[in-house]
Each structure stands twice: as C-alpha cells, then as structure tokens.
C-alpha cells in the first residue's frame, strides 16, 4: 500500500469530471439512491459544457424530422465509421433526455407561437436544433445540471484508476486533503476532450486527455483518436493561443457566408451544402485554401442576419471584444481544435472492457460520432449515455473488490509547449507522413516523472499519452477520411473503413489492434 495515502472514503459511483454527461449521471444515480461522489480538477465554470453555444440536436414532432432522417445525417457526417446501431440507440434517447432536463429546470427558446424554437447547423438536413438564450445552450445545461446534481469536490484530481484482477476497485485522487482512496465498485470517466493538444482550441484550459489516460493505464481500449474535429469558424486574432471564442454553426444556418479576402464565397461547388457542409469538409476547405494562399484567415459575413446581435448574444460579445461589430464587420475565423471524434471504446449505456469502468461524454467512443461529429450531437450524447451509466452503476452496487494496490503512476510527458507547437504544426487538419514523422520524433524524447509530480506534470503526461495515440493512429490510417486528411493519401480507402483500436501491451506500449492488422510503438 501507498504509505502517502492520507485519507479514504467510499461511494457507489464515483464520477470524475463536472460537465454534461458526468452531472447527469450523478444526479441520475443520486435519484436512485447511489451515494456518488464527484471529483472534479476544475470547476464548474471550466467544463466544454458551458462553452456549448449551438444547442443539442434533438428530433422535433412538427417539421417533418425523423429518427431515421437524424441517424441519416450522423452517419452521413461520420464518414463510414459510424456504428449505426449505436446511433439508432442515441438518438432515439433524445426527446426522453430533453424532458428529464426541463424537469431539472433547463429553459429552450421558443418561437412566437410557443413551441420550442429550432435551427439548422451543419451536416443537418432539417432545422432540429433546440437553443437557450440564443447561442448559450451549454451555458444553461450547467446551470441546471450544477443546481440539480449531487455537489461536486473541486480542485480533486484523478491519479488512478485502481483495479483488482482486471476489475474496478476504486480510484486514487489528489485533492486538498492530499492524496486519497475512494473505494467504490464503479468509477465513470466524464473528463471531456483533448483541445490543449493544441495552440489554439474552443476547449477550456482543463480539457487536457486526462480520461484517456486514466483508461489506458487501467487496460480499457481507445479507439479513432485520429479524428479530431477542427471548427471552421473560430474567432481569429494573429499570434492569439490558447481557448478561443468559436463562431457558432447556427450562425451561417441562419445565413452567413465564409468568403475569403477577395470576398469570394469560396464554398460553392465545394459540397452541395455549401456553407453548411459537414464541419470536417468546411475546415479541410478553409485549410487547404489558406495553404494556397499564404493568409491566416478567412472572413465570415453575417451582415444579412437581421438582429444578429439578439439572436447570438455570445458570439456578439466575443466580437466586439475584439473590435469586431458582426452586424456591420466581416468576421475573421480560422480552423481550431474542437472535439476528439474518438476516445475510451464503450457500448451505449459507457461500459468500457473494464468490468466496473465507465465513460461517457467527450471522453468515450459510442460509435455515434465515427470519423466526424455531426455538429450539436454531443451534449445530446452526454445527456443519454450519462443517464445510462447511472443505471449501470445501480446494477454494481454491493459488488466489492479488494484494493490491491495504491501506488502512485509514474509519468512519460512532453513539454506542454512543445506539444502543443508539434501538434499544431504536423497534426492539424490537414497532415502527411513527414509530419507525422517528424511528431512521433518529438514524442520519443518524453521525461519520466517519479511521484509525487504537480497537476500540470499530471495534465502533461495525459496530453502526451492522448498525442502518441494519435500520431500512432494517423500514421497508421493512410487515407484522408473523417475529419483525418492525409495530404499524401487524400482518397478514402475501403480497407480503412474500420476503427483502430489501442491498448497498451503488457509492456506499457501502445498497440493497434484490430483482428487484421496489429502494429506498435513505444
């Protein structure tokens, strides 16, 4: 045993993570009576939940929308990789989750005749897409779900996921009472994404791959972390890093235009959805132009929105913040890191190959989103698969595991800097192999830290763990699919339609493995 260990407690379910899909399966949990405990590095004001501005795709009742025609639309958008079932299952779960949230106290939009008001986004066929507060959906869900949900431990970092014979036993954390042991027959891995891989991302500071790590460490498998999903539209400023404002989707399903600096629109004939193509199509044609070009940027126009300040009251103050009026300027957008497609491989309800692991959100591979996230599907997915965990957490209540083993990890990591400049520059929208080369180098050169190590040295470990899959992956998938484009493979393959799935060996080394193809890296 751990002899720093300073404390211990124990729960039904402990969810590690205080966005979307974690508070709706603790507050789910809780309602059947589970004690949960819910630990969270950040706080609630640092969660992709928040920053969600577009809405949750749901199906509407009087405009002609169906399931089939949604599951039409995602696994359009999914490029090949979609598991159809899995978003059969999802989506069907939409209307039951949007009510359960109104009865936590959740408020959408509504149109003058008082039904619930709806937009369009991209890759959808109809106007599915339920809001609040115009373009602060995300922001609402927090609201509700951090007033409705079981309270939630702050400044608590995950260390471990302790297992016994291949099955949870509990979790080890760090927090302000030092480090930790929950014991607990259920731990839910609701971490969100992996953005500050990157310079520039849509995601908060704290979405830094820490459940991949955790999962990869406890023998779970990962899968499609190659398809990172690029916005098209983020708000650009020269030399700016870090979280950056995103131009929402709904903004050109209301009307706007991307132009490039001649004004033209450079979308036509580009996707027969134009403008509001998939996000995968829209960011590879931004890319590939500003590689042609030599600019930084191109230029949205939503100049003939009407009220465009009142019907995107966020994306106005980001603007204007910049000195940037949407009603009058063109709005300079760029490509930036948004949403891993990919991530700890789990069924429907986040059960992982680890007996009493669990994921869901950002975090988990469903199979709804393949290799490109239909826009607006994601709080949907949290919402139902969160809810379907804490009913599986109910059925492992009682079981219990002896903890075995409460060592501290010991952590491979890049330079955070470093990382994010390597993954910039050759593991962007658009890659090829000396690129890919060139990443795996840079990531060969990892320090070893012995505990105990700081948050930042944990979040770093957890970056570089989540970039070797990725480059471990791109390199492998030699083809350009999804939101993966490989600019010396630019043509989809049909012996890639398949996922890549990763583990590490017993050696600690990462390994694709698929029943026709196994390959590694260390």
């Given at each position: 045993?751990?002899?720093?260990?300073?404390?211990?407690?124990?729960?039904?379910?402990?969810?590690?993570?205080?966005?979307?899909?974690?508070?709706?399966?603790?507050?789910?949990?809780?309602?059947?009576?589970?004690?949960?405990?819910?630990?969270?590095?950040?706080?609630?004001?640092?969660?992709?939940?928040?920053?969600?501005?577009?809405?949750?795709?749901?199906?509407?009742?009087?405009?002609?929308?169906?399931?089939?025609?949604?599951?039409?639309?995602?696994?359009?958008?999914?490029?090949?990789?979609?598991?159809?079932?899995?978003?059969?299952?999802?989506?069907?779960?939409?209307?039951?989750?949007?009510?359960?949230?109104?009865?936590?106290?959740?408020?959408?939009?509504?149109?003058?005749?008082?039904?619930?008001?709806?937009?369009?986004?991209?890759?959808?066929?109809?106007?599915?897409?339920?809001?609040?507060?115009?373009?602060?959906?995300?922001?609402?869900?927090?609201?509700?779900?951090?007033?409705?949900?079981?309270?939630?431990?702050?400044?608590?970092?995950?260390?471990?996921?302790?297992?016994?014979?291949?099955?949870?036993?509990?979790?080890?954390?760090?927090?302000?009472?030092?480090?930790?042991?929950?014991?607990?027959?259920?731990?839910?891995?609701?971490?969100?994404?992996?953005?500050?891989?990157?310079?520039?991302?849509?995601?908060?500071?704290?979405?830094?791959?820490?459940?991949?790590?955790?999962?990869?460490?406890?023998?779970?498998?990962?899968?499609?972390?190659?398809?990172?999903?690029?916005?098209?539209?983020?708000?650009?400023?020269?030399?700016?890093?870090?979280?950056?404002?995103?131009?929402?989707?709904?903004?050109?399903?209301?009307?706007?235009?991307?132009?490039?600096?001649?004004?033209?629109?450079?979308?036509?004939?580009?996707?027969?959805?134009?403008?509001?193509?998939?996000?995968?199509?829209?960011?590879?044609?931004?890319?590939?132009?500003?590689?042609?070009?030599?600019?930084?940027?191109?230029?949205?126009?939503?100049?003939r929105i009407e009220h465009v300040r009142e019907r995107f009251p966020t994306v106005t103050?980001?603007?204007?913040?910049?000195?940037?009026?949407?009603?009058?300027?063109?709005?300079?957008?760029?490509?930036?890191?948004?949403?891993?497609?990919?991530?700890?491989?789990?069924?429907?309800?986040?059960?992982?190959?680890?007996?009493?692991?669990?994921?869901?959100?950002?975090?988990?591979?469903?199979?709804?989103?393949?290799?490109?996230?239909?826009?607006?599907?994601?709080?949907?997915?949290?919402?139902?698969?969160?809810?379907?965990?804490?009913?599986?957490?109910?059925?492992?209540?009682?079981?219990?595991?002896?903890?075995?083993?409460?060592?501290?990890?010991?952590?491979?990591?890049?330079?955070?800097?470093?990382?994010?400049?390597?993954?910039?520059?050759?593991?962007?929208?658009?890659?090829?192999?000396?690129?890919?080369?060139?990443?795996?180098?840079?990531?060969?050169?990892?320090?070893?830290?012995?505990?105990?190590?700081?948050?930042?040295?944990?979040?770093?470990?957890?970056?570089?763990?989540?970039?070797?899959?990725?480059?471990?992956?791109?390199?492998?998938?030699?083809?350009?699919?999804?939101?993966?484009?490989?600019?010396?493979?630019?043509?989809?393959?049909?012996?890639?339609?398949?996922?890549?799935?990763?583990?590490?060996?017993?050696?600690?080394?990462?390994?694709?493995?698929?029943?026709?193809?196994?390959?590694?890296a260390s």
């Amino acid at each position: 045993m751990n002899p720093s260990v300073a404390w211990e407690t124990a729960a039904d379910l402990v969810v590690v993570g205080g966005g979307i899909a974690g508070l709706t399966a603790a507050r789910t949990a809780a309602a059947r009576g589970l004690r949960v405990l819910t630990v969270s590095k950040g706080s609630s004001v640092d969660t992709a939940t928040k920053y969600a501005q577009g809405g949750i795709a749901v199906v509407g009742t009087d405009l002609g929308d169906s399931i089939d025609a949604h599951v039409s639309d995602t696994c359009a958008a999914g490029a090949g990789l979609c598991d159809e079932d899995a978003v059969r299952s999802i989506v069907s779960g939409g209307r039951a989750a949007i009510a359960s949230l109104e009865v936590a106290g959740a408020h959408f939009d509504r149109a003058p005749d008082g039904s619930v008001s709806r937009t369009r986004e991209g890759g959808h066929s109809v106007r599915r897409i339920i809001h609040s507060g115009g373009d602060a959906t995300g922001a609402e869900v927090q609201r509700t779900l951090d007033s409705a949900a079981p309270s939630v431990e702050f400044d608590t970092t995950a260390l471990r996921v302790l297992t016994t014979d291949g099955e949870v036993a509990g979790l080890l954390v760090r927090g302000p009472r030092g480090v930790g042991v929950v014991r607990t027959p259920t731990v839910l891995l609701a971490t969100g994404g992996l953005g500050q891989l990157f310079s520039c991302s849509t995601n908060p500071a704290g979405a830094t791959a820490d459940g991949i790590a955790l999962a990869l460490d406890a023998g779970a498998r990962v899968a499609d972390l190659e398809f990172v999903q690029f916005h098209p539209t983020v708000l650009f400023a020269a030399g700016s890093t870090g979280r950056r404002p995103l131009i929402s989707e709904a903004v050109r399903g209301e009307g706007a235009r991307l132009v490039d600096a001649t004004g033209r629109a450079f979308m036509d004939g580009v996707h027969p959805m134009g403008d509001l193509a998939p996000r995968d199509v829209v960011s590879r044609a931004i890319a590939e132009l500003l590689h042609r070009s030599g600019d930084d940027h191109v230029l949205l126009d939503a100049r003939r929105i009407e009220h465009v300040r009142e019907r995107f009251p966020t994306v106005t103050a980001s603007c204007l913040d910049a000195g940037i009026d949407p009603a009058t300027d063109l709005i300079p957008v760029a490509p930036a890191a948004h949403y891993s497609c990919g991530g700890i491989v789990t069924d429907t309800f986040g059960r992982t190959s680890v007996s009493g692991l669990l994921a869901a959100g950002e975090v988990a591979r469903t199979g709804l989103h393949g290799a490109n996230r239909l826009a607006s599907n994601s709080l949907l997915e949290g919402l139902v698969v969160g809810a379907r965990a804490a009913l599986v957490a109910a059925e492992r209540v009682g079981t219990t595991v002896a903890v075995s083993d409460t060592a501290l990890p010991v952590y491979r990591r890049i330079d955070r800097a470093v990382l994010q400049r390597t993954m910039t520059t050759h593991v962007g929208v658009v890659r090829d192999a000396s690129g890919l080369a060139a990443a795996q180098n840079v990531l060969a050169h990892g320090v070893v830290s012995e505990p105990p190590v700081d948050g930042v040295a944990v979040e770093d470990a957890a970056l570089t763990a989540a970039a070797d899959v990725i480059v471990l992956a791109a390199a492998h998938r030699r083809e350009s699919r999804g939101c993966h484009t490989r600019r010396d493979f630019p043509d989809s393959m049909s012996e890639y339609r398949r996922s890549l799935y990763v583990e590490r060996d017993d050696e600690g080394r990462l390994t694709i493995v698929n029943d026709d193809v196994m390959t590694g890296a260390s």
